[in-house]
């Protein structure tokens, strides 16, 4: 990093503090970034949609290419992955719903070769094995991204075309229906029932992006529902708004009646208002496409309302940029957190060429209400396109990280683990520990943390430089040192909120 950058940053962090200092009734929106914080959330998108790689594997293939990408993942510091599930109202799981994609196989419908091959449960044990988080990734309206593409004969187009609009070149869910939302539902219903997912994801594909002079036709959907939900003929905007709150808030209650530890989050695109379309001046200081007027997401109202469980925008632009300056939009989403967890969606590749990565990440660790990033995207990191991987791991992801604990959900702890032994046997030396772990228990221990300090070093577990291993597993495999070198080994455990039990120790020598 260069001086006239450190200066930049420092300037910069000084006017945040000073502007937030003075009248605001939100305190201490900034404080000093921790270069290893012991708690916060890296997770990376890992899009299914538009890929050709998985229609040329067999499912052998896949398997070992998804374990490989969980591992490179895992190693750059990343703690949950967001994959793509449902990119074109279609699978990459098994479902009787929804046919499977044509990005796994090549055609849509078409199963893979392995009749018991699920890739969605596949991935989800590779991440929990290493105590990594999966995010079941769904596109709620999007069917085709062109009309010219062959749905499968079981898609639910073929049984009620009536509910399906086609905008541009693509076809789409029509969100003015209340079957629509019923239909998303159930598929979410689906995956949160069968799979172990750790949350449900969706990103900023809501109403579509807005085609220069070709209004969404939805005048079927808006004439029939519109004046029975109480708006009129020039609150169209308005409706549609309404129609995705209905949806998202619908989803909630999905997740929350099947396994409410299970959490829901959006991704939506970086530009809430612009300030020049808010009435009371709320919006950012910013010229650009927004969720409010032109996506019809309400997003703020669905954090306020406690419809969603994180909030994750997309913050692509770069420092400076005319229209859409990061450090505005950063500085805006931290001021407008409404006490519900707050990550930021980081393009891995643009701040990579603007040399702006490093800065960012120290800037969003100086915020307050900001509690990790997420990474756009995934593929990046395994191929270490422009050494993206080499950077996460020896410059920002120099320790391993805790997710931060959903306490808005629960705050509480999971007992400690008992009864921490030291064993040896002919091949092994190896710590074991007691702790009777339900699955269904949300509030029991679901995943163990593993410290080791050195002789005369304080036991401090708040310190991510000590964590070896988050794990499922109720045993940590020691290394060999030769007899040499006491330790004192730590292990607590996480319930499925992320929330940490009390420490148990023991010392051991290696």
């Not at 989803?251 to 989050?265: L, M």
């Not at 519900?340 to 120290?362: C, F």
Request: net charge neutral; glycine share 6%.
């Amino acid at each position: 990093m260069n001086p006239k950058s450190i200066l930049y940053d420092s300037i910069f962090v000084l006017s945040v503090f000073l502007f937030f200092s003075c009248g605001s009734s939100k305190q201490a929106l900034i404080h000093v970034a921790d270069p290893t914080p012991k708690h916060e959330f890296r997770g990376t998108w890992v899009q299914t949609v538009g890929q050709t790689r998985y229609q040329k594997m067999n499912s052998a293939a896949m398997k070992h290419y998804i374990a490989e990408m969980v591992r490179k993942l895992d190693e750059a510091g990343i703690n949950a992955v967001i994959f793509q599930v449902r990119p074109e109202a279609d699978a990459f799981y098994k479902s009787n719903i929804e046919p499977w994609s044509r990005f796994l196989t090549g055609k849509q419908g078409q199963a893979p070769d392995d009749p018991d091959f699920d890739p969605l449960a596949f991935i989800i044990d590779e991440c929990h094995k290493r105590g990594m988080e999966l995010h079941a990734w769904l596109n709620p309206y999007r069917v085709k991204t062109n009309v010219n593409y062959e749905l499968a004969p079981n898609h639910i187009y073929w049984q009620y075309p009536e509910r399906f609009i086609q905008y541009g070149n693509q076809l789409f869910f029509d969100p003015g229906l209340p079957e629509n939302r019923e239909f998303i539902c159930r598929v979410v219903k689906d995956i949160v029932s069968r799979y172990d997912v750790d949350a449900i994801h969706m990103d900023d594909y809501f109403y579509p992006y807005p085609i220069a002079g070709k209004p969404f036709p939805d005048d079927k959907s808006f004439n029939k529902y519109a004046a029975l939900q109480g708006f009129s003929q020039n609150q169209r905007d308005d409706w549609r708004r309404n129609n995705v709150n209905l949806l998202i808030q619908q989803i909630k209650y999905t997740i929350a009646g099947a396994k409410p530890w299970v959490r829901f989050g959006i991704s939506p695109f970086g530009i809430y208002r612009n300030k020049k379309n808010t009435p009371d001046g709320s919006g950012s200081e910013t010229n650009g496409l927004e969720n409010y007027g032109d996506l019809y997401a309400d997003i703020q109202l669905w954090v306020k309302k406690g419809w969603v469980d994180y909030n994750l925008p997309q913050l692509y632009w770069e420092i400076g940029h005319k229209n859409a300056d990061y450090q505005t939009l950063l500085n805006w989403w931290n001021a407008n957190s409404f006490d519900r967890p707050l990550y930021i969606g980081q393009d891995l590749k643009r701040s990579i060429d603007k040399n702006e990565l490093l800065t960012k990440i120290r800037q969003s660790r100086e915020m307050a209400f900001v509690e990790g990033n997420c990474y756009w995207y995934g593929y990046l990191i395994t191929e270490n396109t422009n050494e993206a991987a080499d950077i996460l791991k020896s410059r920002i992801h120099p320790a391993k990280s805790l997710i931060p604990p959903y306490t808005h959900m629960h705050n509480g702890r999971p007992d400690k683990v008992k009864n921490l032994t030291e064993v040896f046997t002919e091949d092994m030396h190896f710590l074991t520990w007691d702790h009777k772990k339900q699955s269904d228990n949300p509030e029991a221990a679901q995943y163990f943390v593993v410290y080791r300090f050195r002789k005369g070093e304080k036991t401090d577990t708040g310190k991510a430089e000590n964590i070896l291993e988050v794990t499922p597993d109720n045993f940590y495999i020691l290394p060999y040192e030769g007899g040499k070198n006491s330790y004192t080994y730590v292990v607590t455990a996480l319930d499925a909120f992320k929330n940490e039990s009390k420490a148990k120790k023991i010392k051991v020598k290696l």
